[in-house]
C-alpha cells in the first residue's frame, strides 16, 4: 500500500509550528522502527506520489512541492520504492532528479 502526503492540508510541521524537516523527523524514524509494515515516511512535506504499475513491477515516486500557496515554482523526489511482481518486498530505489 502506498500512501501519498497531503497536498493543500496543514503537515505536521505546520499544526505544531515546526521548522520543516526538524522536529518530525524524530517521529518519522519512531513510526518506521515501531511499525513493520512502514518501510518510510516523511511528515511534513507536502506534495503527490507518482505510480508506475507494469506487468513485472509497481513503482511509486514521492513528488514534493515547495508550496501549496501558490503556483510551485519546483518538485523533488523524495523517495522512490518498487515491488516486483510476484514479491510482497518493498525495494528502495535511487530517486531522479528534480523537476
Known amino acids: 500500500e502506498f500512501t501519498t502526503a497531503s497536498l493543500t492540508s496543514q503537515n505536521v510541521d505546520d499544526k505544531m509550528h515546526w521548522p520543516p524537516r526538524t522536529e518530525s523527523l524524530a517521529i518519522e524514524e519512531a513510526m518506521v522502527k515501531a511499525l513493520p509494515h512502514v518501510a518510510w515516511c516523511e511528515l511534513d512535506s507536502n506534495g503527490y506520489v507518482l505510480v508506475d ?24 523526489c523524495s523517495a522512490r520504492w518498487s515491488v516486483e511482481a510476484g514479491s510482497s518486498r518493498l525495494v528502495e530505489e535511487p530517486v531522479p532528479a528534480a523537476r
Request: hydrophobic residues 35%; aromatic residues 8%.
Open 53 to 76: 504499475v507494469r506487468p513485472e513491477r509497481v513503482t511509486a515516486e514521492w513528488w514534493h512541492v515547495d508550496t501549496v500557496l501558490r503556483p510551485s515554482t519546483g518538485e523533488r
